[in-house]
DNA sequence: ATGCCTGTCCGTGACAGA
């Protein structure tokens, strides 16, 4: 089973990579973030032509996650729990059953946190660890459990082109990664981790001052997984080649294959 | 470099993103 996770910046612009992605890679499962849209603009019609079910918690302008799935979609279920005050559309879980069992899989789009000295930062550290203990209790069905999206987490000096030029942000902060450090510790893989352990494997490039040229990346985008799913690790994959279409999103897609 | 680029909105510049 394939399962995939891309920030498209906006489903709208990038529908046409999408329905190709989904075309040529044949994912079972991908996680949609920053689709940018509200649910009825989501265009369900022409991936469900392609065979797809879908499910979407979308939002005006901003945010929005949606998640894809060949087989049938069970449980879904909006919103991260544990602040009802917060209205942005940031998550996204449902239940995939497969012929040998049930997945559960989560669409994330974990807050960005910059400009560092303003509220936006509190609340990314505030929702980590809303996560790491919603997170924390889906372990307890001791599934396979697939908590996949753009975290805005750098988590090594290995993973972004330029450390230093990094310390201050929000996404390589060190209150930022000791967070992300204490959700794999309830009991997490990252899944790219287990898989390879060289420096230089991005997910993000920036649009501006040729990034992508440069080869001036980062790694913010990973798929999480329970004990259950990584005993069914068998690879990962980073489409880098999204990046070089025209028009790309900033972020390519990231996808595990599960033995399920 | 306060910059660069891209996308959204009751737009015509401000904001968010990372």
């Known amino acids: 089973m394939l399962i995939a996770t891309w920030n498209v910046n906006s489903v709208k612009q990038r529908l046409d990579h999408l329905l190709d992605f989904l075309s040529g890679s044949a994912p079972d499962v991908v996680c949609l973030q920053e689709i940018k849209c509200v649910d009825?603009?989501?265009?369900?019609?022409?991936?469900?032509a392609l065979g797809y079910n879908v499910a979407v918690h979308g939002q005006k302008g901003f945010n929005g996650v949606a998640i894809l799935s060949k087989l049938p979609l069970e449980d879904v279920t909006p919103r991260l729990p544990g602040d009802e005050e917060d209205?942005?559309?940031?998550?996204?879980?449902?239940?995939?059953?497969t012929r040998t069992g049930a997945v559960r899989v989560a669409s994330i789009y974990l807050p960005n946190g910059n400009p560092v000295a303003t509220d936006?930062?509190?609340?990314?550290?505030?929702?980590?660890?809303?996560?790491?203990?919603h997170a924390t209790g889906l372990l307890a069905y001791e599934e396979p459990l697939v908590l996949a999206?753009?975290?805005?987490?750098?988590?090594?000096?290995?993973?972004?082109?330029?450390?230093?030029?990094?310390?201050?942000?929000?996404?390589y902060r060190p209150e930022t990664r000791s967070a992300f450090r204490r959700l794999l510790g309830v009991g997490f893989t990252d899944a790219?981790?287990?898989?390879?352990?060289?420096?230089?494997?991005?997910?993000?490039?920036?649009y501006q001052a040729?990034?992508?040229?440069?080869?001036?990346?980062?790694r913010i985008d990973h798929l999480l997984l329970s004990p259950q799913a990584a005993d069914r690790l068998t690879g990962v994959e980073i489409h880098k080649g999204t990046r070089a279409l025209e028009k790309p999103s900033d972020h390519v897609p990231v996808s595990v294959t599960l033995d399920l």
Do not use: H, M
């Not at 603009?41 to 022409?46: D, I, K, R, S, Y």
């Not at 999206?149 to 201050?168: C, Q």
């Not at 790219?192 to 920036?206: E, K, N």
């Open 192 to 206: 790219l981790r287990a898989c390879d352990d060289r420096s230089g494997l991005y997910t993000f490039w920036d």
């Open 120 to 133: 936006k930062f509190p609340y990314k550290l505030a929702w980590l660890e809303r996560l790491t203990r």
């Open 149 to 171: 999206g753009d975290y805005n987490v750098i988590p090594d000096a290995r993973d972004v082109y330029d450390a230093a030029a990094w310390l201050d942000d929000a996404l």
């Open 40 to 48: 009825e603009a989501f265009p369900t019609a022409e991936i469900e």
């Open 87 to 97: 209205v942005q559309s940031r998550y996204l879980e449902a239940v995939v059953s």
């Open 210 to 218: 040729g990034a992508w040229q440069r080869n001036k990346g980062i």
